[in-house]
């Protein structure tokens, strides 16, 4: 029997917050794989960094992970937002000085 090195590498469901952490490597599941608790696909699952506890899917810690998650993905979609707005601030410095010397 010939035994491969697992991969530990955890996933976390951006959707619900769910931690897949199972034996068969995140890779080696099918695309057609989906989040066992929001019923998510395959490719709503992020790579998961911290350590991940027995307790990890209790239903608190997935409620508290996918308020933090929504917090980090709402910093991520105003920062377009407000380069943006910089961009403008700017180019209107820019033309007002212009006019005015």
């Not at 599941?29 to 990890?56: I, S, T």
């Amino acid at each position: 029997m010939r035994f491969g090195v697992a991969s530990k590498q955890a996933y976390i469901c951006r959707d619900c917050g769910y931690i897949y952490s199972d034996r068969t490597p995140f890779d080696k599941l099918p695309d057609k794989y989906f989040c066992p608790v929001c019923g998510a696909p395959k490719r709503r699952f992020k790579p998961y960094e911290p350590k991940v506890a027995k307790n990890a899917n209790a239903t608190d810690a997935r409620k508290a992970r996918k308020e933090q998650l929504k917090k980090d993905e709402a910093v991520g979609q105003a920062l377009p937002i407000g380069i943006a707005v910089g961009i403008l601030a700017l180019a209107g410095l820019f033309f007002y000085l212009n006019s005015v010397y």
